[in-house]
């Protein structure tokens, strides 16, 4: 199947950096609006809508509490995220979720699962990223929740965000495969591999190819599956995208990872997406945002190579 013209694609802006390690990623949403996101998937035949920002809490920049950093505002942002995802996920759109930082993955995951258990659909998570986002507040090193939204999605995090969305654990660890990643803390990791994980890291990647990883990422998808991809803008090698809080070096190249969105655009299944960590304080000419704009292009079905 192929994302047909009728799809509408709605923008939700949702202006946080309450879950981050550094301020800014709350400029990401404008971004991603400046270098001409909706002009760009209008022109590949999609009706899109740009809901604007939603409205919530100020960044209090406060240490961590008991293991967590902002939690209460990180879990206001999360419910006004799960609502609105979910909203759009009803009306028969496929949201755009656009942070903000990755801790914004909770509101909009649980939503998707929500939906999917509504509609009695299978669910797969891709989540692009140069971490496995799967800290608890006993082993994460910084109390910084855009570091724990696999975990909380998984069951292992506070009530007030486990339970966003009714449903303990919203997902279970075996409907998420990991791409790029490269930054796994010690005690995280152990609780990856306790977990089961699926990882596609770099050194799989380096080993075995882009293609070959998301061949098994995108395995046994079928007509029934929904297929959300979390793109962290950190999945990138830095030397491209430099304009996120958190780089770590030895990313997947501009082919790899056009290649990546190609793949998953090939599969006609992707139904929700989110972008994520874009952060303009740290960006050069807003180059970082044209890039992932190009990506998400590619993921809608942009082809960069001459095909048929
Ligand atoms: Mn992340």
């Known amino acids: 199947m192929v994302q047909t013209r009728k799809t509408v694609v709605s923008l939700i802006g949702v202006p946080t950096d309450a879950g981050a390690s550094a301020r800014g990623a709350s400029m990401g949403p404008e971004a991603l609006r400046v ?132 449903h303990v654990p919203a997902i279970s660890p075996k409907v998420i495969r990991q791409i790029g990643i490269r930054s796994v803390d010690e005690g995280e990791k152990r609780f990856v591999h306790q977990q089961d994980l699926e990882v596609f890291d770099m050194r799989y990647i380096d080993e075995m190819g882009m293609r070959h990883a998301m061949e098994l990422a995108l395995a046994t998808l079928d007509d029934h599956t929904h297929l959300h991809v979390s793109f962290d803008v950190d999945f990138l090698d830095p030397d491209i995208a430099p304009g996120v809080g958190t780089t770590v070096p030895g990313g997947p190249t501009y082919r790899e990872a056009q290649l990546c969105m190609e793949m998953i655009a090939d599969t006609g299944r992707l139904a929700s997406l989110d972008v994520v960590e874009l952060n303009p304080a740290f960006d050069h000419r807003n180059r970082t945002a044209e890039l992932a704009v190009d990506l998400i292009e590619s993921l809608f079905g942009k082809s960069t190579l001459m095909r048929k």
Request: hydrophobic share 35%; proline share 7%; aromatic share 4%.
């Open 35 to 166: 270098a001409g996101l909706r002009e760009r998937l209008e022109a590949h035949g999609l009706s899109v809508r740009d809901t604007g920002n939603l409205a919530g809490p100020p960044n209090p920049w406060q240490p961590p509490v008991d293991g967590y950093r902002h939690l209460a505002e990180v879990a206001e942002w999360n419910r006004l995220t799960h609502e609105a995802v979910h909203a759009e996920l009803a009306a028969g759109h496929l949201p755009i979720m656009l942070g903000g930082d990755h801790c914004l993955g909770i509101g909009s995951i649980s939503a998707v699962a929500r939906h999917c258990r509504e509609q009695g659909r299978k669910l797969r998570v891709l989540w692009l990223d140069a971490h496995a986002d799967f800290n608890t507040s006993t082993i994460t090193p910084s109390g910084n929740i855009h570091g724990m939204p696999v975990a909380c999605l998984c069951g292992f995090g506070p009530d007030e965000l486990t339970r966003i969305g009714g």
